[in-house]
């Protein structure tokens, strides 16, 4: 990947789109950490976050979901969610090791707030399945939900509408609105261009791994150098 | 569950009452010689819950033999001082040893910790003025009498080692119950997902590999000093192997699983009183067995007969 700079404001949605290959996960990798980038500076809230480990940028309010299905699969759906919370624990190492008070403490304001994501989330009545046997689109909200946990400021989805059917699909951009209405800032990468043009303010076209355009959703729909890259150049065809 | 628990604290009963029936010397050694390896076989359980496998636990074991051996020959401690220490000890050579390793993903860790095994048994043998070399460490001292039990026969060891065994048991249930049993199983089935929920999974691949290890370094100390001597022949890749084979086979899904594992398996070839040499060949025919028809171990054999009784 090169030269792709943006900025993003906080309380918006980015839309993050081009054809397969552009690089979209990859970018991912690199901002959330997993992937360490060859040059450049990623900057969250003024503060320099490039080089830091997954899990250090998870604490600075940055947290992800997966393109594929990632989840505790062996775990119920509570489980998953009671798991995700793991930054907010206040209970060092023998606190969690002999269950003190103040673990216990903790631990139930975990719980409720476990329990009022997987309601958000619509996810309720299916909180003691294991994750592994929900259906697809039920997954994908979970994986949602586990990001939520840590009420992050800054929320990266890889393709969350993948494997929902049109109703879901609907359902699920009304809570993402609602999110964003509550303060997080998203941004989502997808392939469904009416729903991803209805959802941002802002979109950017990443293509061979380089950023070919940006602006909001009527400037990219006719931005010539985007149909290109997605319908190929007119002379060709 | 309380089922579950009734069953794993009937089976310490019977060992507790056991000798009340039977004093012979030979059954009490095994006993014995099978609760060491429990509780080693519970600390490789523990660092295969992060989804690491550990090639070399034999080594955390030497590393306790010998450093308690010394303590008390040497640094002149009473055993109850050393014992503790030698558990610390091997924890400590663990961190110095996952610290570098556990941070890279993959089988390097395996492959690590095999090949430091090996340096470590290649050390034993080749520093004699220490370590004894081939010939060993011998006349390690038995225990000091704790209060008023002297460590003279069999019985003293048998219910030291049960009171380690309960003790590990405990730690090891606990750890499983706790949140840090949760993030461990979490980083097992997912290490991206965990990573992306803040979770150090380096931080916590440590913690289970040094827990591990100084569990192994506590059996090792009470090996040395119940035998009275200690080798390099008895912490080779062949125990390290062992251990992961009890787990396997008595099943990592619960604590009781790497238990049942190490007796089946010491059990079965006293039974059928074959010559030591043909041992391996049992436990690869009883692992193949276990791998192929009971993948959850022998745990899970009760919940197979009544899955399979309600079709």
Redesign the interface.
């Known amino acids: 990947m090169s030269e792709v700079s943006f900025e993003l404001e906080a309380g918006t949605i980015l839309g993050l789109i081009g054809p397969n290959g552009a690089g979209k996960t990859t970018l991912y990798n690199i901002i959330?950490g997993?992937l360490p980038p060859t040059s450049g500076r990623i900057y969250f809230r003024g503060e320099d976050i490039t080089g830091l480990?997954?899990?250090?940028i998870?604490?600075k309010g940055l947290?992800?979901?997966?393109q594929t299905t990632?989840?505790?699969?062996?775990?119920t759906v509570l489980?998953n969610l009671?798991?995700?919370h793991?930054?907010q624990?206040r209970?060092n190492?023998w606190d969690?090791?002999?269950?003190s008070a103040r673990?216990k403490v903790s631990?139930s304001k975990i719980h409720q707030s476990s329990l009022d994501i997987l309601q958000f989330m619509g996810l309720t009545s299916m909180k003691d399945e294991l994750a592994k046997n929900l259906p697809h689109g039920h997954q994908r909200a979970l994986g949602v939900a586990?990001?939520l946990?840590?009420s992050p400021q800054l929320l990266l989805l890889d393709e969350p509408l993948t494997g929902m059917n049109a109703e879901e699909s609907a359902q699920f951009i009304k809570l993402l609105r609602t999110l964003r209405d509550q303060g997080l800032t998203l941004i989502v990468v997808e392939h469904d261009m009416k729903a991803i043009m209805g959802l941002s303010q802002r979109i950017v076209v990443l293509n061979y791994g380089r950023k070919i355009a940006e602006g909001s959703p009527q400037e990219i729909q006719n931005n010539p150098q985007v149909i290109e890259a997605y319908l190929g150049s007119e002379r060709i065809i | 569950m309380v089922k579950k628990k009734l069953s794993s604290w009937s089976f310490f009963l019977i060992i507790f009452v056991f000798p009340f029936l039977s004093q012979d010397p030979y059954v009490l050694n095994i006993l014995i010689t099978t609760g060491i390896w429990t509780v080693a076989a519970w600390g490789v359980r523990l660092i295969m819950s992060t989804g690491q496998l550990t090639l070399g636990h034999a080594a955390y074991m030497a590393i306790g033999a010998y450093s308690s051996a010394l303590l008390v020959m040497k640094g002149g401690l009473s055993f109850w001082i050393a014992f503790p220490l030698a558990g610390i000890i091997s924890a400590i050579v663990a961190l110095l040893i996952g610290y570098p390793t556990l941070r890279i993903k993959g089988v390097y860790f395996s492959i690590i910790t095999f090949a430091f095994a090996e340096i470590i048994r290649l050390i034993i043998i080749h520093w004699p003025s220490l370590l004894g070399g081939y010939g060993g460490l011998a006349k390690i001292p038995a225990p000091d009498p704790f209060l008023t039990i002297r460590f003279t026969s069999r019985l003293p060891y048998y219910y030291l080692l049960l009171a380690l065994a309960i003790v590990t048991y405990v730690v090891m249930v606990?750890?499983d119950q706790?949140?840090?049993g949760?993030?461990f199983?979490?980083i097992h089935?997912?290490d991206?997902?965990?990573?992306?929920?803040?979770?150090?999974?380096m931080k916590y691949k440590i913690?289970a590999f040094c827990i591990g290890c100084f569990f192994a370094g506590l059996s090792g100390s009470f090996y040395a000093h119940y035998f009275n001597f200690t080798s390099p022949e008895f912490f080779t890749i062949w125990q390290s192997i062992y251990c992961l084979i009890f787990v396997l086979v008595g099943g990592g899904g619960s604590v009781f699983g790497p238990l049942l594992g190490s007796f089946f398996l010491t059990l079965i070839p006293e039974i059928l009183r074959v010559a030591k040499e043909y041992e391996p060949i049992i436990y690869a025919v009883i692992l193949i067995l276990i791998m192929f028809l009971l993948p959850g171990g022998l745990i899970s054999l009760p919940m197979r007969l009544r899955g399979k009784k309600s079709f």
């Open positions: 959330s997993f480990r997954p899990d250090q998870a604490q947290r992800r979901t997966f990632n989840l505790f699969k062996n775990k489980e009671i798991i995700a793991h930054l624990v209970a190492f969690l090791l002999i269950n673990a631990e586990i990001a946990a840590a | 606990r750890i706790s949140r840090l949760k993030i199983s979490s089935e997912s991206t997902l965990a990573e992306s929920i803040g979770i150090n999974i913690i």
